[in-house]
Structure formats: structure tokens, C-alpha cells
């Protein structure tokens, strides 16, 4: 069997432009960038999926993320960031080895990353709502609605609360990057 082209790039057996490296992920520049900076986090293990990927290696994706992701963000001057993983053919997952691409933005640049949302019904929000959370109820929190404001919706999921408690400014790499230093 054809060994796959990501394991091949781990193994050095085929050139890469390696900026990264922990003892479980490499980041390397995409020689086909969406833009400037494109760079692909890649396991050095073959996982197919992020959902078999063991939480070592979750964790060192996460840290390459936000370490790599600051970085190249300052290296390139971004004006943002996008960080785009695909799982299974129709997501656009071409190789069974995970890569998750962090992709810099620029203003006016060409890249597209979008859908066009549904307009789905009150009543079937709520049978999504409830499928997935009698799914995931054993694994997941969801987070109470605080109780001094009624909710809007009755579907309320959990909101990250950093970052609502000081205000910074916006795209600050820098202070991103003084917290992640691994
Ligand atoms: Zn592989």
C-alpha cells in the first residue's frame, strides 16, 4: 500500500518547509498558500480524523493553533485568521491524515469561507436542538441561561466567557502570544 503524502512529509521523505515542530505535529508553509503565511498543522502520527486523535496530539494541535497561529499572524501583519479542518471527502478532506490549515486574512483578499445560512423554524431548532443534546447530554455542559435576563430563544448554548471580562483590542497577536510561549 502507498504510503500517505502527509506521513511521507513527516518523515522528511518528501521536502517540506517545516516552521514548527513539537513531539507530536509539524507546521509546515502550504506551497499553494490561500495567502501569504498558509501554513498546514499536521500530526506526525496517521490519524484520519481529529475524532481519533488521541488528547496528547489534540492538545498539541490546539497549541500549534494559537502559538502558530499568533505568530504568523505578526510574522504576516494578518488582519485575521481563519483555522479550517475538513473532515470526510465532502468537507474537502483529500488525504486520510488530519491537517488543519491556518489560513492569515487580509482586507480584500481572495479567499472564501462561507454558507448560506437556512432560515429554520423555532419548532425545528428545537428537534434539532433536542437530538442533539439527548446525544450529548452525558458529555457535554451546557450552560444555563442567566436567570436576571430571559433568554431570547429557548436554545442557548455555551458562550466562552473569556475575553468578555477585559476588553482588548482587536487582532492583538502580541498578548495572544505572551500567554502560549510553550
Ligand atoms: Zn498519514
Redesign the pocket.
Known amino acids: 500500500m502507498e504510503?500517505?503524502?502527509?506521513?511521507?512529509m513527516?518523515k522528511g521523505e518528501v521536502p517540506t518547509l517545516k516552521i514548527f515542530e513539537d513531539d507530536n505535529v509539524i507546521m509546515v508553509l502550504d506551497i499553494r498558500p490561500a495567502n501569504k503565511g498558509h501554513s498546514l498543522i499536521i500530526p506526525k502520527?496517521?490519524?484520519k480524523s481529529l475524532f481519533e486523535t488521541p488528547g496528547e496530539v489534540l492538545s498539541s494541535i490546539m497549541n500549534a493553533i494559537v502559538f502558530g497561529g499568533s505568530k504568523i499572524g505578526q510574522a504576516v501583519q494578518a488582519q485575521g485568521l481563519n483555522v479550517v479542518y475538513g473532515f470526510g471527502e465532502i468537507a474537502g478532506q483529500r488525504?486520510?491524515?488530519v491537517v488543519v490549515h491556518l489560513i492569515p486574512r487580509f482586507q480584500d483578499d481572495k479567499v472564501y469561507i462561507s454558507w448560506e445560512p437556512s432560515q429554520p423554524t423555532q419548532d425545528e431548532l428545537k428537534k434539532t436542538y433536542e437530538l442533539l443534546s439527548s446525544e450529548l447530554k452525558k458529555e457535554v455542559v451546557v450552560q444555563q441561561p442567566e436567570k436576571k435576563e430571559p433568554a431570547e430563544t429557548p436554545v442557548e448554548v455555551a458562550t466562552p466567557k473569556s475575553g468578555q471580562e477585559e476588553k482588548k483590542p482587536e487582532y492583538d497577536y502580541s498578548s495572544w502570544t505572551k500567554k502560549r510561549i510553550p
Not at 3 to 8: L, R, S, V, Y
Open positions: 504510503e500517505c503524502f502527509f506521513c511521507k513527516v502520527g496517521h490519524f488525504v486520510p491524515h
